[in-house]
């Protein structure tokens, strides 16, 4: 089982309940999901990666009013849920483990992506590496009534496309300078360490470049 399909069907049988019964009068404010850091979020995690963040949990987001009403009560009545769940445990948090799950405002989540606002020049466009732009807009939202925490996610998938274009531009730039010249001279050099460094960064290049062409982000590497 994946990660996100873990999260979903816990929420389903521990959190939804969980907010019917205890947050019925504010149910119409709560946004849920699994979105952000980790491989969970985009669907690369499997046997491997369930070393670390491999556990029942999903995203509660609020606004910074909506925290200050009942934040807290929402962060205790979440630590209250079944550490156990289908099998799987929740952990102690490792070195590599991450605090990704459970109560955050909207803002706190999106503005370790992006700052204290949405970007609006292409200058603000292009200072965000498409990686933090990834991780925001990634995983599942499963309910948002109040609308909010969509609005903004929709914002960022919205990228300008002369600002897409440009990072294309780029990439097809630096993939002709490393694959079709540095490479081959630096091999007639016989210096293989610094042709290898040079096919590395193509493909790291072909590879964003590819995620342009389809208007996505590209993740980590």
């Not at 009942?70 to 605090?99: C, D, H, I, N, W």
Request: aromatic share 14%.
């Amino acid at each position: 089982m994946k990660g996100i399909e873990l999260a979903r069907a816990y929420y389903e049988a521990c959190g939804k309940p969980m907010l019917d019964r205890g947050f019925a009068d504010v149910r119409g404010r709560i946004a849920a999901g699994l979105c952000g850091h980790g491989s969970e979020c985009f669907g690369f995690d499997d046997e491997i990666s369930r070393d670390h963040d491999f556990e029942p949990g999903f995203c509660l987001w609020i606004t910074e009013e909506d925290d200050r009403a009942f934040g807290f009560r929402l962060f205790r009545a979440y630590g209250k849920l079944p550490r156990e769940f289908m099998g799987v445990t929740m952990r102690q948090k490792s070195l590599l483990g991450s605090e990704y799950k459970g109560v955050h405002t909207i803002r706190q989540f999106y503005s370790f992506y992006v700052g204290d606002r949405l970007p609006e020049t292409p200058g603000e466009w292009l200072q965000i590496p498409d990686f933090y732009l990834a991780e925001a807009t990634n995983g599942q939202v499963f309910e948002d009534p109040l609308g909010e925490f969509t609005r903004i996610r929709q914002a960022l998938l919205n990228r300008p496309q002369d600002v897409r274009l440009k990072k294309l531009g780029s990439c097809v730039f630096h993939m002709a300078q490393l694959g079709q010249y540095n490479y081959a001279r630096c091999m007639n050099h016989g210096e293989p360490a610094a042709a290898a460094v040079a096919l590395s960064d193509f493909c790291k290049n072909a590879a964003q470049a590819v995620f342009l062409l389809n208007n996505a982000y590209a993740p980590y590497y």
